[in-house]
């Protein structure tokens, strides 16, 4: 009891308390590192959920500041593109890390909201603080993350199907045309035609 009674003199609001919800709530926030060729699923939404695409322009927009800020950091596999929020799938290259990674992203997120902000004649933040990333750590769990992003679009009711999507990497896959999308994803379901089915 003794015992007891010293501890709330010492600690009388309860500080450790409010510490231990502190540590417990930075452990919640902390994000995997960004390592030279690691996957990794990377997704946003917009601050408050507020819309970050208002017409095909800015979708447009979006995909070429993807594509000058991320390709030479990372290999781009997946990317779809939803009114308020967005997903990739990106293996960061052999000879990037962290700090040049997380600041190509910085910059992509940056340059859009810039632009974004103009058009709109709005300010303030355009996104929501940190970008979400997880590392994958299995092949199955690459596979399924790159099908989950292609298909998201059906989850959250924008459309019926990812081929009748336009702002996903989905379609990148069904063209002989080069583009920034990493085709290889193909090879890790065996052909084009599991990788379809794979979607399904």
């Known amino acids: 009891m003794d015992k007891l009674k010293n501890r709330d003199r010492k600690d009388p609001k309860g500080l ?6 502190f540590i ?25 959920s507020i819309n970050l695409f208002k017409n095909e322009g800015n979708y447009l ?4 500041r993807f594509e000058k800020y991320i390709t030479p950091v990372a290999h781009i596999y997946a990317y779809a593109l939803m009114p308020n929020h967005f997903h990739f ?15 190509a992203f910085a910059n992509l997120f940056n340059s859009y909201a810039k632009a974004f902000n103009k058009q709109q004649n709005r300010s303030g933040s355009l996104f929501r603080r940190k970008f979400r990333r997880k590392k994958i750590g299995s092949q199955r769990y690459l596979e399924n993350t790159l099908i989950y992003i292609h298909n998201n679009l059906v989850k ?3 459309s019926n199907s990812a081929i009748e999507y336009p702002w996903t990497s989905y379609h990148n896959y069904l063209t002989i045309e080069e583009t920034f999308i990493n085709k290889y994803a193909v090879e890790w379901f ?6 379809k089915i794979g979607h399904e």
């Open 61 to 64: 927009f979006f995909l070429q």
């Open 24 to 48: 417990k709530f930075t452990k919640m926030e902390k994000y995997d590192l960004l390592e030279p060729e690691q996957h990794y699923h990377i997704y946003n939404q917009g601050n408050d």
């Open 190 to 195: 065996k052909g084009i035609k599991k990788f």
């Open 16 to 21: 450790r308390n409010l510490w231990g919800l």
């Open 89 to 103: 799938l990106v293996q960061i290259k052999t000879d990037s890390n962290e700090k040049t990674a997380s600041q």
């Open 156 to 158: 959250h009711g924008y």
